[in-house]
């Protein structure tokens, strides 16, 4: 397969090792004399004119290049390596069932079955995902029929979309629903993604002079070539025209509709944008229809980077550099940040992921030498993040921080600016211009310091794929049942008192992070915050309050509350900061929320887990909010600072609706509980 070349097309015998690369399915059938069976006489007469393979390979075989040749390569490598990766987990997990005992593997198939009863309540109809286990090879496909034409295949930083006719894509809509896999509206306007129509890479053209909004490549006569595509940009106005939930027709919204004909055969992308050249489709416009919904385009773009950016930061943007896991920050005291990337992992540059801002804030620093008349007082901890650091749009419902924008917009608890120094990488997003000034005096830190009231908003879904949440009527606090006072009226959201509501964390809570089967215990007595260390832990099991206790080793309170939602047990561990970092302080006196703590929660995700628990007995008429827990998720967060009590929203409704009215700099902590549980480490990013 890899050595196949545009050449032997024209060679029939080599028409089967196409359709097998077409397919990804390395089984190639062969006659006696080791030639293959397919030829286009037999796929014409088997799979008939409007098979997809006959269009890409056979009737367009002259437009076809090596670009889409090396696209089918890649996407047959992909699936390859898919096929391998499922072949060895199901060998490895048949290895294990063979050793289990007839009751264990009882029980594992009732756990199983339980799992699926609480999945097939749910009545989306969402797309195959394929991901390859280090989630840097993802094949979608954009149909339930999984058609090998009409998918978007992510490799090597790269993005591939193979549609057919009749397709309908929309450009936003792609950005929305696959951010987590990598897929944002930079990366779909960038030269790193390529689209195309059966074999044809589409490009763009020149307008025609004759016929204004249509582009393609004319024949002598001035006619459009129809082997070649030809590519109409349709104005607001005939929008209307086009069946479709997308906002094209939305006055506010001024990007184009743009048909594709290649032949006898249409596809149809909403929201395209001529500035951006979106999919890498680029139109040489030269009418004055064109240049109008060009300039269209421009005014409201502008008009919106005004409205979304406040009056005192109205400056010129620059494209930059964001922060990776690989960059180096420092405080003035040679002090290092550790940097480790969680929401920003989908996004990554040679590899190396995306620092976003809830990925940096409150990233720990060591080695920091200051020191005041002898005493020693490091920098610990970034405590404070400007909106002025960020890039001006969001990356996972998160802000990336800029390389150039760290310098007098980042600080530690201590108040000193952090430096980065500067590392190119592929991404370069739109934000704010650097202004290059070296230092921000204290005085001029606290006048832009806003504090803002930290919350939570606790999420109920069936599964992962769910946009909207189900509502709570009942919950259990702590072994109390919470209600609701009327059957008619969901609970809107919980208020608790730190120092009444909780309980200290004791030794009892073990993480195994070799399986999520084992349960934890526990304990009613409440003890100090010792060092202390069960005997009888295994190597595989190691007690929370101990790691936390190394980790964080003074000024920190380590507090538990429990909250059960039907069969489900969500064991919220707190983390709370006894002081306040020294550059709040002036903010901090005309606080409003003191009782809520300053600063965010934060996840602390090498100590966040979600496993099975054991039903006792096996006796599963005792479960739910008057008995027992059949899932337990281990929540581990860093409070906000000197935070008495918290209060947690109950998400009710689709989420894009709720959060849509969320303040761009609001500290909301986002935790989903699937019902029955989930292996993926995903909480907040659901």
Not at 113 to 132: C, V
Not at 322 to 330: F, G
Not at 431 to 437: D, E, G
């Amino acid at each position: 397969m890899e050595n196949l070349s545009i050449n032997d097309l024209d060679n029939e015998s080599k028409l089967g090792y196409f359709y097998c690369l077409y397919q990804c399915n390395p089984l190639l059938v062969l006659d006696n004399e080791n030639n293959t069976t397919l030829n286009s006489k037999v796929i014409t007469q088997n799979f008939g004119y409007k098979d997809d393979f006959y269009l890409s390979f056979i009737v367009n075989k002259d437009s076809l290049n090596d670009t889409y040749l090396q696209a089918r390569k890649a996407l047959y490598k992909t699936m390859m390596n898919l096929r391998k990766e499922r072949e060895q987990e199901y060998q490895k997990e048949q290895t294990r069932i063979s050793q289990l005992s007839y009751e264990e593997y009882k029980e594992e198939q009732g756990k199983k079955e339980r799992q699926e009863r609480f999945s097939s309540r749910n009545t989306n109809t969402n797309n195959l995902i394929l991901e390859s286990k280090d989630k840097n090879n993802v094949i979608i496909f954009l149909d339930s029929a999984n058609s090998l034409s009409n998918l978007i295949h992510i490799h090597n930083e790269r993005i591939d979309i193979f549609t057919k006719d009749t397709n309908t894509i929309d450009i936003q809509e792609l950005a929305k629903a696959y951010q987590d896999y990598g897929i944002t509206l930079d990366s779909l306007h960038s030269s790193n993604t390529q689209i195309f129509l059966y074999s044809q890479l589409l490009l763009g053209s020149k307008e025609s002079p004759n016929n204004p909004l249509f582009f393609g490549e004319l024949n002598k006569e001035g006619v459009f070539i129809e082997s070649k595509p030809v590519y109409h940009l349709i104005g607001e106005i005939d929008s209307n025209s086009i069946e479709s939930t997308s906002n094209n027709i939305d006055s506010n919204n001024s990007l184009s509709t743009l048909q594709v004909f290649l032949g006898s055969n249409t596809l149809t992308l909403l929201n395209y944008s001529l500035i951006d050249s979106s999919l890498n489709i680029k139109l040489e416009c030269n009418s004055k229809e064109s240049k109008e919904i060009l300039e269209k385009e421009q005014t409201q773009r502008e008009q919106t980077q005004k409205e979304s950016t406040p009056i005192d930061s109205l400056t010129s943007t620059a494209f930059l550099h964001p922060i990776l896991e690989d960059n180096e920050l420092k405080c003035p005291h040679n002090g290092v940040v550790k940097l480790k990337s969680n929401k920003g992992k989908p996004f990554k540059s040679k590899g190396i992921p995306m620092i976003l801002e809830s990925d940096l804030i409150n990233s720990s620093i060591v080695g920091c030498t200051n020191n005041i008349a002898g005493v020693p007082t490091p920098c610990t901890l970034i405590s404070v993040i400007l909106p002025s650091a960020r890039a001006l749009k969001k990356y996972n419902d998160d802000y990336p921080i800029m390389q150039d924008l760290v310098n007098g917009n980042v600080f530690s608890d201590k108040g000193f600016p952090l430096i980065a120094t500067p590392k190119p990488n592929t991404f370069k997003i739109n934000s704010p211009k650097p202004t290059h000034t070296k230092d921000t005096s204290k005085e001029a830190l606290a006048s832009v310091i806003r504090l803002t009231k930290p919350s939570m908003r606790l999420r109920y879904k069936i599964n992962t794929l769910q946009r909207d949440n189900l509502p709570i009527y009942r919950l259990k606090l702590n072994g109390e049942i919470i209600e609701s006072s009327s059957d008619d009226e969901a609970l809107k959201s919980i208020t608790l008192d730190i120092h009444k509501d909780t309980k200290d964390l004791d030794s009892t809570i073990k993480l195994d992070k070799r399986a999520y089967s084992s349960q934890s215990t526990h304990n009613t007595t409440t003890h100090n915050n010792t060092n202390t260390t069960d005997n009888n832990a295994t190597d595989s099991t190691t007690s929370l309050l101990s790691l936390l206790l190394k980790d964080y080793p003074k000024y920190y309170e380590f507090k538990e509350i429990d909250l059960q939602l039907d069969t489900n047990l969500l064991s919220l561990i707190l983390i709370i900061p006894k002081k306040i970092p020294k550059v709040y302080d002036k903010a901090y006196k005309e606080y409003e929320y003191k009782d809520y703590g300053v600063g965010r929660f934060q996840y602390v995700y090498r100590y966040c887990e979600c496993r099975e628990l054991e039903v006792k007995n096996n006796d599963y008429t005792n479960i739910g909010l008057h008995g027992d827990a059949l899932t337990q998720y281990i929540i581990t967060l860093l409070t906000p600072a000197k935070a008495k009590k918290i209060e947690i929203h109950l998400a009710n409704g689709v989420d894009s609706m709720t959060e849509s009215k969320d303040d761009v700099d609001s500290h909301i902590l986002k935790c989903s509980v699937i019902n029955g549980g989930h292996s993926e480490r995903l909480w907040g990013d659901i």
